[in-house]
């Protein structure tokens, strides 16, 4: 485990337990969940809980927005539900989506396990074309070629790692989905060699924009010669069709034979099917949109880009913004650079300036000690922790940053600004803006859209935001009377030896991590509430249990130690989340000696959850009194 497995195990808990997890990925800043069951979550407790920034649903999925380190939460969290890199259950039942959500869903399943490599990719790319310009080494010369592979290896072999991707997400074998991307990357089936190495035999859709030489046919059936390398679109189409083939002979092809026979005939199938009618297709519709968002920007380089700036971070809130990350791809691979989404760039360092501003004006000390590293990471491409953390709870500072962002994306479509290669976030995005002739000039448009955008952004701010001041409170009246000490006692739910909490095997027990409370070693399996209340939270495993009681204490009682991997074995619960309870009521049993044999201890933590709303809470190891809690 790593240094977050606290706070996995809370997200783990409040997403309804690892039994709720349908599958789990993560962007740059967020946790992306595809819950089985939306309805058990607790949003109110993950917005709360440090370590979190705040919850998102968009998309078809249950987004927990972390931050910069949300890597080693992922990896915590994998760990400690159990969850691998195998591909999603193709017969695991799905919630309905809306076609948007599914899109959306599909669009970010496929591309977030790889947008880091690219990046890393593009931006060795973008400093090999700059080390060229600035003279430090030729284009022809070892360090160059090697570095170019570095930076076009990815990108020139993209089919092999979306097919990879997307077979995870639809349900198919990844190794096949490997395969496709491998054959349609296949050099002697390019349009590039089918045209320098055949004869023309005829031309499809002469004249108009899916004009497309013939050079040879599968069967008598026209193979419409196209460069599948590099392409974003035409694999991802390939690989659906696979999955629902794979489905199909899986049911039909006798167990026996199925390890090889499947995937045989899926391929002989997908094949042919993708060259003759899915690549072509799918390439004609990459042309047409293509075409369209063209025609869009051609009509106003400059509202087209404003557009782009002004809406950009309201597509990132709700993480729709991976609507159209294929289409800065596509335009990428096809055109060799874009100048349609790039215009976002401008957001980025709009959102960084408003930050500053603020870090600036504040007085409250909290504020501004968020404000910096926020900063910090907006200059890097990070933008999520300053506008759930800073910008949207005070509104006119994500008002203004919109508008900058706008005004600069203006200025970007205005002077033709392109990116002419995947590569980095933030500052490191620039090298990839290098022509790739050596030319400056876009570089230069680069740089003083940053520039102005920020000054205007940080302008806007220092004028136009201030600080509201704290309500006043009430006036002092004459002092009351002093009242007397509270307390409340938790009796023990469980028959058995009482210890001090510090006895627990467990670190985040004995160490208060989780609270105060006291221990017991049962001489009986049953487990009953010590307070009247509402159950809050019952695992899927029934080895613990989360009450409120109606006082406001919220107790956890946790059966055992590591018992959550005997996973619901030898475990009998009475109750559900959301149950009201009475004290004395039994709520979970469970078979002692079957769990000792399994090789668990059943030494069980009874800890107030909330203990920092109290004054005290302190533990009876006589038994009497076994938790107080003082008002």
Known sequence: MGKYTQLAMDIIQNVGGKENIRSLTHCITRLRFQLVDEGRENDGVLKKMDGVVTVVKSGGQYQVVIGNHVPEV????????????????????AQKKNLFDAFIDTVSGIFQSILGIMAACGMVKGLNALFVALGLYPDTCGAYLIFNAVGDGLFHFLPLFLGYTAAKKFGLKPMIGLVIGAIMCYPGVQGSALSAGGELLYTLFQGSMFESGIYTTFFGIP??????????IPVIFVVYFAAKCERFFSRLVPDLVKFFFVPMLTLLVVIPAGFLVIGP?????STIIAEFVMTVRNFSPMIAGAIVGLTWQILVIFGLHWGVIPVYINNIMTNGYDNVM????????????????????????????????????????????????????????????????????????????RKFSMGG?????????????????????????????????????????????????????????????????????????????????????????LGKGMAVEPTKGVVTSPVNGVVETIFPTKHAVGLTSDSGIEV???????????????????????????????????????IKDAGYSLVTPVVISNTDDFLDVVGSADGSDFITVLR
């Open 556 to 594: 956890l009682i946790h059966i055992g130690m590591d018992t959550v991997q005997l996973e619901g074995k030898y475990f009998t619960a009475f109750v559900e989340s959301g149950d009201r309870v009475t004290a004395g009521q039994k709520l979970i049993t469970f078979d002692m000696e079957k």
């Open 281 to 285: 297709l799918a390439t004609f519709g």
């Open 74 to 93: 992922y990896a915590d969290v994998c760990a400690i539900a159990g969850i691998g890199e195998t591909a999603p259950s193709a017969e695991a039942p």
């Open 425 to 513: 976030m933030g500052i490191f995005e620039f090298p990839a803006m290098i022509e790739p002739g050596g030319g400056m000039g876009n570089l230069i448009v680069a740089a003083v859209g940053v520039v102005l955008t920020m000054i205007i952004a940080f302008a806007i701010t220092m004028v136009f935001w201030k600080e509201e001041a704290p309500a006043p409170g009430p006036v002092p009246a004459d002092p009351a009377p002093r009242q007397l000490l509270q307390k409340e006692s938790i009796p023990a739910p469980l028959e058995g030896r009482v210890l001090p909490l510090s006895e627990v095997a467990d670190a985040a027990f004995s160490q208060g991590v």
């Open 342 to 417: 790039m215009p976002f760039f401008a957001c980025t360092f709009a959102t960084s300036a408003v930050v500053l501003a603020i870090w600036l004006k504040t007085k409250d000390r909290k504020l501004k000690d968020m404000a910096m590293p926020n900063f910090i990471s907006g200059i890097f491409g990070v933008t999520e922790p300053a506008i759930y953390g800073i910008l949207l709870p005070l509104k006119k500072p994500f008002i203004i940053s919109c508008i900058a962002g706008g005004i600069g994306g203006g200025f970007y479509g205005a002077f033709n600004f």
């Open 223 to 232: 193979m419409i010669a196209m460069d599948y390398t590099g392409t974003v």
